[in-house]
Structure formats: C-alpha cells, structure tokens
C-alpha cells in the first residue's frame, strides 16, 4: 500500500524556521519526482516546489523561492522541506505528493500543518 | 507565468443535474491539465489526466475535454457524493499552477 507520511510541521514565529519531512513506503521512491503543495485555511490549493527523483532538476514557485530548500534521500526514502524566514502567508497544510508517469498527482499525503504566528 | 482562472467559484445544484466547470490557461498548454476533487476535509483526489482521460477508479459520469487554452470538467449527473471543490492544474511546465477552484454543493 503506498504510504506518504507528513511530518514536521507546527507553531513557528515570523522569520524563523521549520523543515518538513515526507516518508513513503509501498513503491519504489527513487523512481518519482516528488512535490510539495500547500493550502492556506480556508483557501485552494497551492503549488509549492517539486523536484525529481535524482534531484537533477528542482522547482519553486515563486512566493517561496530563495526562502525554501527542497530535497530528498532516495537511501531514506524522504522528501524535505526547509523553509526559512517564514511569515504569516505560508501558513497551512503542506502536502507531499507523488508525481506519477503521467506527471500528476497520485498520490496525496494527509498534509502537516504550518502555524506561523507571534 | 501562465495564469490559470476557473469558473464558476461556486455553483449550487440539484442531485441528477449535469454539471459543466470551465478552466482557462493562457497561454496554451497543449492537454497538459488535469482535475482534482477535494471533498470537505479531505485530501484532494485527481480525476482526470491529459485533459480528458479518467483516472483509474473515477466513476464514469465525470469527463474532461479541452486543448490549449480552453478545458472543462463535467459531470453528467450529480451525486450527492460529488460535493466538494474541484481544480484544475497545468503542469507542462513550472510553475504547476492550480486554479482557484470551484466549489460545488447540493441545492
């Protein structure tokens, strides 16, 4: 059964850090780009950052680039997300999802959430 | 960037009703699109890949259709199941923007 599995998340003030892990089971990591998308409280669904199964290749949108660092362990097989210097708008449900042959998603974990708050 | 709008935002309908949500990228991006649900409190599900083909699973009463700029969902009799908030997402290239969704219930 194939598992993506949150983690991380929290009460953080503004500016400070938090790193996101996603661990999956049930198929082989290494062979999937993997993505990160977020929904604020309330609000739709949004892209965060995706990167590829060799981590050759590696995106952001543009609300969190140069602020957030994604990455992988294939060996671990573990997504991450570093963000630094968080404010109020990144607050939310962060998603870790698998991005298939098709280059959609799959496959959803059940989010972590992010409070960033004083 | 390429934008991505949706409409309606919200619609409410009656169980039985076809049900026709549009989706807009400019510029084109070929079928490079797809269609989530998101049911309230739910992890979203995707329904359809490459424009138009059904997700292994999605019942048959949804179906998509479209290329370049212009796509729909539709959904050819509503179930009560059905509530929730569906989005489209591009994805021929980044950023892999959603729509704003559009968020359907029962009349």
């Known amino acids: 059964e194939v598992q993506l599995v949150e983690s991380g998340g929290g009460l953080v003030q503004p500016g400070r850090s938090l790193r996101l892990s996603c661990e999956v089971s049930g198929f082989n990591f290494d062979d999937y780009a993997m993505h990160w998308v977020r929904q604020a409280p309330g609000k739709g669904l949004e892209w965060v950052s995706g990167i590829t199964w060799n981590s050759g290749s590696i995106y952001y949108a543009n609300s969190v680039r140069g602020r957030f660092t994604i990455s992988r362990d294939n060996a671990k097989s573990s997504l991450y997300l570093q963000m630094d210097s968080l404010r109020s708008e990144d607050m939310g449900l962060y998603y870790c999802t698998r991005v298939n042959q098709f280059l959609v998603y799959d496959y959803w974990g059940q989010g972590t959430l992010v409070t960033v708050s004083t | 960037d390429i934008q991505v709008t949706q409409s309606p935002s919200s619609l409410s309908v009656s169980v039985g009703d076809r049900v026709t949500i549009t989706c807009r990228a400019s510029?084109?991006?070929?079928?490079?699109l797809a269609w989530y649900q998101q049911k309230p409190g739910k992890v979203p599900k995707l329904l359809i890949h490459?424009?138009?083909t059904l997700q292994s699973g999605v019942p048959s009463r949804f179906s998509g259709s479209g290329y370049g700029t212009d796509f729909s969902l539709t959904i050819s009799s509503l179930q009560p199941e059905d509530v929730g908030t569906y989005y489209c997402q591009k994805y021929n290239s980044a950023p892999f923007t959603f729509g704003p969704g559009t968020k359907i219930d029962i009349k």
């Open positions: 510029p084109g991006i070929a079928t490079f």
């Open positions: 490459g424009a138009s």
